[in-house]
């Protein structure tokens, strides 16, 4: 199994990124994905999810309305669109894998449930 996240770099604050994880080594259209994000000093956070079953979508409420996430299953690729960035969103994003089966269904259910891979993380960065 392996996922590689792409797609950071510098911003300047109100910008936008789009990052990409690209997966392989698993049926991807069974599981979940998460994008997660690590800034120093701080705890890892999840951001957002998306189920590939069904492409429910969850989010956490410090990037609802700003960030999206979406899923390409023909390219095994999972997608975070960033908007209107800001100092708060300054980290290392990191995307993983559902350690089971996703069951899909609205609302999304993958905030938070165990992940098993990860992939190395892509460093967004804000800054005038």
């Known amino acids: 199994v392996q996922l590689q996240a792409s797609g950071g770099g510098l911003v300047h604050p109100g910008g936008s990124l789009r990052l990409s994880c690209a997966a392989s080594g698993f049926a991807f259209n069974y599981y979940s994905i998460g994008w997660f994000r690590q800034a120093p000093g701080k705890e890892r956070e999840e951001v957002a999810c998306?189920?590939?079953?069904?492409?429910?979508?969850a989010y956490a409420d410090s990037v609802k309305g700003r960030f999206t996430i979406s899923r390409d299953n023909t390219k095994n690729t999972v997608y975070l669109e960033m908007n209107n960035l800001g100092p708060e969103d300054v980290a290392i994003y990191y995307c993983?894998?559902?350690?089971?089966?996703?069951?899909?269904?609205?609302?999304?259910?993958?905030?938070?449930?165990?992940?098993?891979?990860w992939g190395r993380g892509t460093q967004v960065t804000v800054s005038s």
């Open positions: 998306i189920s590939n079953v069904d492409a429910s979508k």
């Open positions: 993983a894998k559902s350690r089971q089966v996703d069951l899909g269904g609205t609302p999304a259910r993958c905030l938070g449930v165990e992940r098993d891979h």
